[in-house]
């Protein structure tokens, strides 16, 4: 589900993207605590939501996997 419109003092990214305009992924929690990810550079795009379950599914995924050199 693709979702407009959200509040902008919602979004938060890793503290990695530091202030200085770089492309940056970022997300909020919405309704009943479902997880709105969108591009920092492009809000008016919408935010792809999805379920908790299938966010932290996602992110322990990210942790697991080793880095490319």
């Known amino acids: ?10 979004w938060r990214s890793s503290s ?16 009943a605590g479902d997880i709105a ?6 809000r008016a795009r ?3 939501v999805f ?3 299938a966010w ?3 992110v322990n995924h990210l942790k697991d996997e080793p880095v490319p050199d």
């Open 1 to 10: 589900m693709i979702r407009h419109h959200l509040p902008a003092n919602r």
């Open 16 to 31: 990695y993207s530091g202030n200085n305009g770089a492309q940056c992924v970022e997300f909020q929690t919405v309704d």
């Open 37 to 42: 990810v969108g591009d920092s550079k492009d």
């Open 46 to 48: 919408g935010a792809f």
């Open 51 to 53: 379920a908790p379950a």
């Open 56 to 58: 932290t599914s996602f």
